[in-house]
């Protein structure tokens, strides 16, 4: 309208001037704002000159006009919608955006295209090299922890959709496709999170778009966690690739767009061209059709705009695959590299090759052990079930009290194996080789196909149905469950950046295992298992760091991978190569579950060759997963966890303490405890965080872990060739879809967004299981491998510290992932039973790398009960009249316990004895004891010396005149016995007891050597004779 008014008085000013009328190429039109009480708007001309006169007529145009696909609006004629013509397109009232202009230096994103980067992780790392790539026919997206979203604004004049096309192949990219409104709204039905698509297919996603203003977000991040892994996940993680992107509803279109040189348009009202076949071309832009290049001399490759000289055949320019198996028989033959560019025509020619001819047929291949053919033409198959083959024989039955051992082993290749898929994915599109697979079979090798272009990544991928053994973990130690060993060859002599990929698929999780990149020499390498759920196992190997290209193209026809042998063991299907005996100590020492061929021990037993018979574990130890080694049938439970059958190693949630008292946990156990981290914010205030769930003991009977996490996302895609829309789901489809997604354990995690807009709900994805297993409870800081990081030093009460574990390796995590969850005693907590949980400032997920995660749980059900026998003493004040007062304090002035007071002050009746004075009595009469018998004991001592000198006295008053050789010793020799009441003592009425008895049986107390009872003889220390009676008297008259 301010235009139109312009105008007039522009002609108001300038009509008493007469000017010549303008020329086409002098004018310009300009169209107003709607009008919103006629409802259009309106186009003028208006000359770029002062020196000419534009025509005075205005056209009304309806706000809401659109034009369809393949149409303009003709604002020259009758301003209706015509088709546009041969050689050209039009996007009607729609943009689309196919063509992602590459540059080396910068980013250049076609008009509209934005970035916004944010950084999800906590570190310190910036974002600034993290982007969307623009790579010629598709854009890029990161692979990384950075949240970048592309995004790009439509004005919609009408409600209208938009339609993109997509290769999302790797799950741990986090894709999500969203749109914002002018109203700043997100509408639930425009918020997809698009599902995987195959690694050679592109998918398409339609959302409904409202008029006005629209921002649509592509957004991506990686699911990896921990600073640490960052810069080598990138380079494993596969990128979303986005194809193109169609907006209708936006303004009409009023002209028709040529087609661009290489590619053309034959038919009339079409909304894009098409580029030209391979040997074609079109060098002009507006080409109705695409014109042939000599075939003999010249080529041109897909869309392309001029041919190229065809140059001499060289032997880089075909290659060698084995045919098919007939009768017993194959051959040889050769094959140009499609598409073909050189020229082999020439024969003579200096440099010039011709295709070798095919060779003389040959034996075709021995099968692999375990398999067998049925006829000479048919492929090789798997051994029925409990027989066995080396491969050269046909299968027979296992031998008595002997068991089939299945496994994937390939050691020969003349064709894909059972139970494998061989496929070539190409970028382009055009990179694989005709009709290939991307592999070609050589005998005893299968290899990457010569004819493949350097944009392909060549895949092979086996798929196995589980593994016999069961899933366990011995503390600390992962039990593999099965192996997987395969020897392999890379030549990069022409490409140093050819890389081999290696991964693990459980239908759940993809996780890189290795890579290897350049060349290398026969290398040999064996993977453990760990997980005995159905799985498959993947081999991807790519010619460049760089196949996002927009061609495809043979610069490296040197470059390849040999794999010379697979082998998958402990599986269980596959074929048998082999029957081993049953009832080995092995076979029921670690496997439960087989019970086709052999009868395996109870649950909770080991089968034990000496007695040859299944034993039981003693208590609280289970059977070793590992098997016998070093004659370890069993294993001891962690501390605090209890095994009454021998299965498997749980806690009662009962926890005894140092003083002998059991804490009852069972209060906390009931049901699970969630934690939010603390909220991630991007620029634009989108906010996401992480969903813990905790099951403190699980399942007493069973020992599972209770607590679940679950996706609730919608991801459907339904692409029925021309129109392509997004669906949401239902309730009971929804409530299928997290039944499924959900997983438990001890701890797991989920990604969760709040609600964003008034149609949105909480969004939870992405779960995970932290906690697998509970290995131990302790009150120790620290387990194994495992300690607690926390900085919350608790100096007041006690700590009891539950490790978790879960073994299923990452690539961030390659040992696991731990989670150690200390629960602390707090009797001044809230009542609420559920407890407070904490994480470190440090770090706000619980974890600093993302493998290993801390907790703290506060509560006071964590403390024991109060009991005055535990936690109280007495405090007694002095006597007063009789009577005392007794006071109560806590144990070491804390209180450590739960549900108890002290108990009041109390008087009681002094005692007539104090303690001290009881204690001083007690004290003297040990003392006045042990004086009295040290007295009796010298007593006793001084009774048997006098004695024997009495006796010497009688003695010698007979006779004063023995003479002894020595001076007799008064002592009691070393040979003599102490006790002398067996001699009588001279002039003693008395007699021992012992001296009694010999009496009281005719023995007199002392004889002679001739048997005389009259005569008593003593002997002396006096060189061993005897002394009589005359001789003492005479001895003691001298005396």
């Excluded at 890379?490 to 081999?500: E, G, I, W, Y």
């Amino acid at each position: 309208m301010k235009l139109a008014v312009f105008w007039i008085f522009v002609r108001l000013f300038t009509c008493v001037t007469a000017k010549r009328p303008c020329q086409d190429s002098e004018l310009t039109t300009v169209m107003t704002e709607c009008n919103s009480i006629t409802n259009e708007k309106y186009r003028f001309t208006v000359p770029t000159t002062q020196e000419c006169e534009a025509p005075s007529a205005s056209f009304g145009i309806a706000c809401d006009k659109v034009c369809d696909p393949g149409e303009y609006l003709d604002l020259e004629g009758d301003h209706d919608c015509h088709k546009c013509p041969k050689g050209t397109y039009s996007q009607g009232s729609g943009a689309k955006i196919n063509h992602w202009p590459e540059n080396d230096t910068e980013i250049y994103l076609p008009l509209g295209f934005a970035l916004d980067r944010t950084y999800i992780s906590y570190s310190n790392n910036e974002c600034s090299g993290s982007t969307w790539t623009p790579r010629g026919d598709f854009i890029v997206s990161n692979a990384d922890h950075c949240f970048i979203r592309l995004m790009y604004i439509a004005d919609l004049k009408v409600a209208g959709y938009v339609k993109f096309r997509y290769r999302y192949t790797d799950p741990a990219v986090h894709f999500h496709f969203y749109v914002v409104d002018e109203n700043c709204h997100e509408p639930r039905e425009s918020s997809i999170y698009p599902e995987l698509t195959g690694n050679n297919e592109w998918a398409t996603i339609r959302a409904n778009l409202t008029p006005g203003v629209n921002k649509l977000y592509w957004r991506t991040y990686t699911v990896t966690y921990g600073v640490n892994a960052t810069t080598e996940a990138n380079r494993k993680v596969k990128p979303v690739l986005l194809k193109s992107v169609y907006v209708n509803g936006v303004a009409y279109s009023t002209r028709c767009k040529k087609c661009s040189p290489g590619t053309y348009q034959a038919e009339e009202g079409s909304h894009e061209c098409k580029k030209c076949d391979v040997d074609t071309y079109s060098p002009v832009e507006g080409s109705t059709q695409c014109t042939s290049c000599l075939s003999a001399s010249q080529y041109a490759m897909y869309g392309a705009d001029k041919c190229e000289t065809r140059p001499m055949c060289t032997e880089a320019d075909y290659y060698k695959f084995h045919g098919p198996c007939i009768d017993g028989k194959t051959i040889e033959t050769y094959e140009w590299i499609e598409p073909k560019v050189c020229r082999g025509d020439l024969q003579g020619t200096s440099g010039s090759v011709q295709l070798p001819s095919s060779e003389d047929y040959q034996e075709c291949p021995l099968c692999n052990p375990g398999t067998y053919k049925s006829t000479p033409s048919a492929n090789c198959t798997f051994c029925p079930e409990g027989e066995w083959s080396n491969g050269t024989a046909p299968c027979a039955k296992c031998p008595a009290k002997h068991k089939a051992v299945p496994a994937y082993i390939f050691d020969f290749w003349d064709g894909i194996p059972p139970n494998t898929e061989m496929y070539c994915y190409s970028v382009s599109d055009m990179g694989c080789a005709k009709n290939s697979i991307g592999w070609t079979f050589s005998n005893d090798v299968v290899l990457t196909s010569v004819g493949n272009g350097d944009d392909t990544i060549a895949m092979m991928e086996i798929f196995v149905g589980g593994f016999l053994l069961t899933q366990r973990q011995v503390w600390g130690q992962v039990v593999p469950v099965g192996t997987v060993e395969f020897v392999f060859e890379m030549d990069c002599s022409d490409s140093p950046k050819c890389t081999l990929f290696f991964g693990q698929d459980d239908g759940e999780h993809f996780v890189t295992v290795n890579m290897w990149e350049g060349s290398h020499g026969r290398t040999v390498y064996k993977h453990d298992v760990v997980s005995n759920v159905e799985q498959s196992f993947l081999w991807a190997f790519q010619k460049t760091d760089h196949p996002e290209m927009e061609e495809p193209n043979h610069n490296y026809p040197k470059t390849q991978l040999k794999i010379h042998s697979i082998k998958i063991k402990g599986t269980v299907d596959g074929g048998a190569s082999q029957c081993e005996p049953c009832n080995t100590a092995q076979k029921h020492a670690v496997d439960f579950s087989d019970t086709r061929v052999c009868e395996p021990c109870p649950m909770g037993q080991f089968y034990a060759p000496p007695p040859s018979k299944c034993m039981k574990c003693p208590q609280d130890f289970i059977v070793n997963p590992l098997g016998h080694s070093d004659d370890k049938y069993c294993l001891k439970c962690g501390p605090g966890l209890k095994s009454p059958k021998g299965v498997t190693c749980r806690s009662q949630c009962e926890f005894e303490l140092p003083d002998g008292r059991k804490l009852d946990l069972k209060k906390l156990n009931n049901g699970t405890v969630l934690l939010k981290s603390k909220p991630v914010f991007t620029d634009s205030g989108f906010e996401s965080l992480k969903l813990y769930n905790f099951s403190l003991c699980g399942n007493l009977s069973s020992g599972r872990g209770l607590a679940s996490c679950s996706a609730n996302v919608s991801r459907v895609s339904h692409d029925d060739g021309n129109e392509s829309t997004n669906t949401t789901m239902g309730p009971y489809a929804l409530a299928e879809f997290e039944s499924k997604s959900r997983k438990y354990g001890f701890v797991c995690r989920s990604d969760l967004f709040p609600p964003r807009g008034e149609l949105m709900d909480t969004i939870t994805e992405y779960p995970s299981v932290l906690g697998e297993e509970l290995i131990a409870v302790t009150m120790n800081r620290s387990y194994m491998n495992w300690s607690v990081r926390t900085t919350d030093v608790n100096t007041e009460t006690f700590d009891i510290n539950f490790y978790y574990v879960a073994f299923q390796p990452t690539y961030a995590c390659p040992a696991g992932r731990s989670v150690i969850l200390t629960l602390r005693c707090d009797p001044y907590a809230a009542e609420d039973i559920d407890g407070q949980i904490r994480v470190n400032a440090s770090d706000p997920e619980g974890t600093d790398d993302g493998c290993d995660y801390n907790f703290l749980r506060i509560s006071k059900y964590a403390c024991p009960v109060c009991d005055p026998k535990y936690d109280v003493d007495e405090i007694l004040e002095e006597c007063h009249l009789g009577s005392q007062k007794v006071r109560f304090v806590w144990r070491n002035d804390k209180k450590i316990c739960r549900d108890g007071d002290l108990p009041s002050t109390v008087n009681r009746k002094c005692p007539f004895f104090t303690k001290e004075v009881q204690l001083a009595i007690i004290v003297a009469v040990i003392v006045v004891f042990i004086m009295a018998v040290i007295s009796a004991y010298y007593w006793r001592k001084t009774q048997r010396l006098e004695y024997k000198y009495q006796k010497l006295v009688q003695s010698s008053s007979k006779d004063g005149t023995t003479q002894f050789a020595e001076a007799p010793s008064c002592g009691i020799s070393e040979d003599e016995d102490e006790d002398d009441d067996e001699i009588n003592g001279f002039g003693n009425d008395k007699k021992s007891i012992l001296g009694k008895f010999k009496l009281k049986n005719g023995k007199a107390p002392f004889k002679d050597n001739q048997g005389s009872d009259d005569e008593a003889h003593v002997r002396l220390n006096s060189g061993g004779r005897y002394i009589d009676d005359f001789e003492l008297e005479n001895s003691a008259s001298r005396i």
